[in-house]
């Protein structure tokens, strides 16, 4: 198991580099990317999102030593996610809507059956991944999801269910749930590097606060990956959320009139 773990640690340290550097300083469209793009297409590429730190929960989770129990009760919820957005999905892209529940139904049969750790994360990627894109891109229509103000809000969204989570986590160590709300904060934690690699270009002068807080996590609030620790600091993520959502508002204008 601590094999498994140093491994996932080296996979997020690459992660971690890659949200940390570059970005530039031109100006962003200011304001709520609701009023600019429309709430529907802000909501629905939030939840994709969403949905995608689930799917992490239940794959890193059972890798980092989690049961089968647990990482089948992630992936239950990650299909009450798409439940809801699964109709839509049909409608735009028949095809691709088969091939997800093709996954899903692979991934539940084969917990079931009791996959290998490391064999059931190689099938859980591409659902998070290939999948979850194209999930997104028949949702969002393509203006509206490379608008970097929606890319931020979407982070936004993340961090604070970050926080949120984390903070239940805290206050049940040691049990089912507290546990099951930990493996998705780490799903959410891993989400928010992911969006912050895609909206660091327009990051511009909060570039290094809103990488350089989520990246500090990884040691203080996630010291054995989506394992739960015994004392989850949950006052440092809450701070760290509020440093994200400050620069976050700060740099795309959340509170101003939309342009």
Do not use: H
């Not at 570059?22 to 200011?30: A, D, E, I, K, T």
């Not at 995608?52 to 089968?68: E, F, P, Q, T």
């Amino acid at each position: 198991m601590r094999r498994r773990i140093r491994g996932l640690a080296a996979c997020i340290a690459a992660a971690v580099v890659i949200a940390g550097c570059g970005g530039g300083g031109s100006s962003v469209r200011q304001g709520n990317p609701d009023v600019r793009l429309g709430a529907a297409a802000v909501d629905s590429y939030s939840s994709v999102e969403l949905l995608r730190a689930l799917l992490v929960a239940s794959s890193d989770g059972y890798y980092a030593g989690g049961s089968v129990a647990d990482a089948r009760r992630q992936l239950q919820r990650a299909r009450a996610a798409y439940a809801s957005m699964s109709g839509r999905v049909l409608a735009g892209d028949p095809v691709l809507q088969r091939e997800v529940s093709a996954r899903f139904n692979l991934l539940a049969r084969d917990l079931s059956r009791g996959i290998r750790p490391d064999r059931y994360r190689d099938l859980a990627g591409p659902l998070t991944d290939q999948l979850m894109d194209g999930v997104s891109q028949t949702l969002v229509k393509p203006d509206a999801r490379s608008d970097p103000g929606l890319q931020a809000e979407a982070l936004r969204r993340v961090a604070s269910r970050l926080a949120a989570t984390y903070d239940a986590a805290a206050t049940s160590v040691g049990g089912t749930t507290g546990r099951l709300a930990f493996q998705e904060a780490w799903g959410l934690w891993r989400r928010s590097l992911a969006l912050t690699t895609l909206v660091k270009p327009d990051l511009g002068g909060q570039k290094d606060t809103v990488a350089g807080t989520l990246n500090g996590l990884r040691g203080s609030a996630f010291p054995e990956g989506p394992t739960q620790p015994d004392a989850p600091p949950a006052a440092k993520v809450d701070k760290a959320r509020t440093r994200v959502v400050e620069a976050l508002t700060k740099r795309f204008g959340f509170d101003q009139p939309a342009q």
